[in-house]
């Protein structure tokens, strides 16, 4: 199956400040998705990003708060902005493969103080 | 809109103790049933896909059915290395295309 990078594995940042994350992934992909999983919750899509085309965001993000750039078939990134305690989550990045189905990277750790 | 629910949220059995895990879902034209297995500080590793109702798959201790309204995954005999959260999630429709929509989770702890 695919391999997925994701960095950083988490980081602690201040309010007010932006955080981006990368996804590389060691296939290429048409679709790459980013999604948040609050403490003690579980995934919630943020947005579908295609190479060469603008990031498709569900209800209750934008993308001025989550921009995204798909600048290629394997790289995506997801920046996290004017943070909050709120934005305190897990993001993870995931592909689909024809013959893998979705699958998961490692995620990155969000602590917003 | 797609809804999955899962339950219990929490289960605790007894190593050997066999049992279910439930997933209900609701769906515009299901395109996929996922199975995944979540443990603490890492992404959901996948398990299972199943796509038409009395479909069947198994892994070791793992088994998941699939109805037209709900997906069991049976856990037999299992172990403490089970210990997880398991995750079920359908593949729908949005605007981008397709996306997988999940539920809760049930947090599986097996005690020795």
């Known amino acids: 199956s695919a391999v997925i990078s994701q960095k950083p594995s988490r980081d602690i940042c201040q309010r007010g400040t932006s955080l981006t994350i990368q996804c590389q992934v060691d296939?290429?992909?048409?679709?790459m998705f980013w999604y948040r999983q609050q403490p003690g919750q579980s995934l919630t899509l943020i947005a579908t990003?295609?190479?060469?085309?603008?990031?498709?965001?569900e209800s209750g993000f934008v993308i001025d708060k989550f921009p995204i750039s798909r600048p290629n078939l394997t790289f995506s990134t997801l920046t996290v902005s004017n943070m909050s305690p709120e934005d305190s989550s897990i993001y993870l990045c995931?592909?689909?493969?024809?013959?893998?189905?979705?699958?998961f990277g490692s995620g990155t750790r969000l602590t917003v103080v | 809109e797609d809804q999955v629910t899962q339950s219990p949220e929490a289960l605790r059995l007894q190593e050997g103790e066999s049992s279910s895990l439930n997933c209900s879902y609701t769906?515009?034209?299901?395109?996929?049933l996922f199975w995944y297995r979540q443990d603490p500080g890492k992404g959901p590793e996948f398990l299972f896909t199943?796509?038409?109702a009395g479909e069947e798959k198994e892994k070791e201790r793992l088994k998941a059915t699939l109805t037209k309204k709900e997906s069991f995954l049976h856990i037999t005999a299992p172990k403490p290395e089970d210990s997880a959260t398991y995750l079920c999630?359908?593949?729908?429709?949005?605007?981008?295309?397709?996306?997988?929509?999940f539920g809760g989770g049930t947090r599986l702890m097996v005690k020795p």
């Open positions: 995931s592909v689909q493969l024809a013959i893998y189905g979705y699958t």
């Open positions: 199943l796509y038409s």
């Open positions: 769906v515009s034209g299901l395109r996929g």
């Open positions: 296939s290429q992909v048409t679709m």
């Open positions: 999630a359908v593949q729908g429709w949005n605007n981008a295309g397709n996306m997988l929509t």
């Open positions: 990003a295609n190479q060469g085309s603008e990031a498709t965001y």
